[in-house]
């Protein structure tokens, strides 16, 4: 068995639990490498990533670089004397960087690749409707999500489930596949599966554009497209009620297989009821946050606001 002393790279809170079971099943980390602190709020107070504040309750050694290819981090990298790298939703690293340790650089990935590479792979597996996904380890190379492929664990997406509910299952799933992948290297029991060169389904970082509900779509894409957003960074659209624009973000909705006379986009609005017409049938607006106001059930929104007769989504 190799003595595997780790560095671990990430940033949000996927990241953190993946890197608080390797702290708990007692592996040698020997540094973190974590986002630099950014102002954020009115006050502009400087917020510390999610891996940080993890790191600094287990007091380990933490570095943020601005730059990864300046000399100065990369003696601090290598004098952390490292034999495996470990990154979990941090960024591209130059090659002097992953090419650093003995045993390698591998990266978690919640996805089944070589399908979903990519920024947003959970959010568009969701969206794209999907009824399978999973997580894979592999080794890093020059590209983006294209290395040798270590191990993958599959799972099932159900029918109604929404990003947020993924997102968390992934996550455990991913510190199990991790730990194993380390046991793997530190046992030198690795066989690796090289990827095929597949750009099928992609997973690009998502922008407000492609979070935009385009409602000439289907009634099950549209469903997908906000359940794939939901919580976060959470599905979009412009109502036309009167003479006022307004945007709103959708999460929480339903759906109602059925035909009707009503034109796409049409909002049908009584004292318990909000939905929207749509190709083939409506879709159920069940939480919903308008511009300016806190996100509310729907029931609630109808208590305090008016739809005009001929409102619209855009």
């Not at 659209?237 to 109602?256: F, M």
Request: net charge positive; charged share 25%.
């Amino acid at each position: 068995m190799r003595d595997i002393r780790i560095v671990f790279m990430g940033t949000p809170d996927f990241a953190v639990t993946i890197l608080k079971k390797l702290v708990d099943q007692k592996y040698t980390i020997a540094g973190v490498i974590t986002a630099p602190d950014k102002p954020a709020g009115r006050g502009r107070k400087l917020n510390e990533s999610a891996v940080k504040k993890y790191a600094l309750s287990e007091n380990l050694t933490i570095l943020q670089p601005t730059n990864l290819k300046a000399p100065s981090f990369l003696e601090e990298l290598a004098a952390l004397k490292a034999n495996l790298q470990i990154v979990v939703a941090f960024r591209m690293l130059p090659t002097m960087v992953w090419k650093m340790p003995e045993f390698g650089t591998f990266n978690l990935h919640a996805s089944l690749l070589p399908e979903y590479r990519g920024a947003a792979p959970i959010n568009w597996a969701i969206i794209n409707g999907e009824k399978k996904t999973g997580v894979t380890t592999f080794f890093i190379d020059d590209k983006i999500d294209t290395g040798e492929i270590i191990l993958q664990k599959s799972i099932d997406i159900e029918e109604h489930e929404i990003v947020g509910e993924l997102h968390d299952k992934l996550m455990y799933l991913g510190a199990d596949l991790v730990t194993e992948t380390v046991d793997l290297i530190a046992k030198g029991n690795v066989t690796t599966i090289k990827q095929p060169d597949l750009e099928e389904k992609s997973a690009p970082k998502l922008f407000p554009h492609n979070c935009k509900i385009d409602w000439t779509k289907s009634l099950h894409e549209i469903y997908n497209h906000i359940r794939g957003l939901n919580p976060y960074p959470a599905a979009w659209t412009t109502i036309q009620n009167g003479d006022d624009e307004i945007s709103a973000k959708i999460y929480k909705v339903g759906k109602e297989e059925i035909k009707h006379n009503y034109t796409t986009g049409n909002i049908i609005a009584t004292k318990k009821e909000l939905k929207i017409a749509v190709k083939n049938g409506f879709l159920l607006i069940q939480e919903i946050k308008l511009s300016g106001k806190k996100k509310l059930e729907v029931k609630s929104l109808l208590n305090g606001f008016s739809f005009h007769n001929k409102a619209k989504v855009l």
